[in-house]
């Protein structure tokens, strides 16, 4: 396992960190427009980032350039989008149905068959974004994390699907054996910028043994997580870093 560098950004509140998240992202994403003409970056579900949706769809939604931004998912429930389940149908409830402007939407397909959605959404992938390392890039990844240290969709247990030579695989959350479709973690350590968006005192003990970086830390799939360059970007409120030396 590589080297990795934790960098850590921690907020009083989820409120203040979603704020600053949402100020972090309209800076980048200017930035990665200015360079590119465009930004490919993939969401992650939970209820961490609908916060941060809901700061995006007020003052910010007419403060990024939305149309110029593809949007992805990292993973997905398989559950209709109208189901209160769906990453996208989240995202699109809180954030892009109150944006007045052309979005280039991706979603996975949380209704298709798991497999067949996993082949297809690799397939979409590989044609819209670069490839480097053999691997599609995105600009930036948002991750979550849960307090088992599950990443995207890629739960304890299933650590080949951090190394798999697919793009995107199907998956199963062992606790509650909701079938999912993820990218891998090959796709996603293959990113330019990956961040994650960590709150709530239930997640205080995987991010302290994480930051760690101790034996204990390797069962956890967010512990396999960097950028191509070793460091990684981890945002929190006041409670998950609460154990933080
Ligand atoms: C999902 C997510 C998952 C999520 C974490 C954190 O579809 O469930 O992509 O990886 O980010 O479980 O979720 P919370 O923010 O709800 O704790």
């Known amino acids: ?8 950004s921690i907020y009083s509140t989820p409120e203040i960190l979603a704020e600053s998240f949402a100020e972090h992202l309209r800076i980048i994403t200017d930035e990665i427009i200015y360079q590119k003409g465009k930004a490919d970056i993939a969401l992650s579900g939970g209820s961490s980032p609908k916060l941060m949706y809901k700061i995006l769809a007020g003052k910010y939604s007419i403060k990024i350039s939305w149309s110029k931004i593809n949007f ?8 209709p989008s109208d189901s209160s389940e769906s990453n996208y149908g989240e995202a699109e409830r809180i954030l892009f149905s109150k944006l007045n402007c052309n979005l280039n939407l991706y979603r996975i397909k949380g209704e298709a068959d798991p497999e067949k959605e996993s082949e297809r959404y690799s397939r979409l992938l590989k044609n819209n974004l670069p490839l480097r390392n053999g691997f599609p890039v995105f600009d930036i990844i948002l991750l979550g994390m849960g307090e088992d240290g599950h990443t995207a969709s890629i739960f304890p247990g299933q650590l080949e699907l951090l190394s798999s030579e697919k793009f995107c695989d199907a998956s199963v959350n062992p606790l509650s054996n909701q079938s999912r479709v993820t990218i891998t973690g090959s796709v996603i350590n ?13 997640k205080s003990k995987v991010v302290k043994e994480i930051s760690e970086r101790g034996s204990e830390s390797l069962i956890y799939p967010a512990a396999y997580i960097s950028q191509d360059n070793g460091e990684i970007n981890w945002y929190l409120d006041s409670q998950a870093a609460s154990l933080l030396k």
Do not use: H, P, Q, S
Request: glycine fraction near 4%; hydrophobic fraction near 40%; proline fraction near 0%.
């Open 190 to 202: 293959n990113a330019d910028r990956v961040y994650f968006l960590v709150t709530g005192n239930n």
């Open 1 to 8: 396992m590589k080297f990795i560098k934790d960098k850590f």
């Open 72 to 79: 992805y998912w990292a993973d997905e429930r398989c559950v």
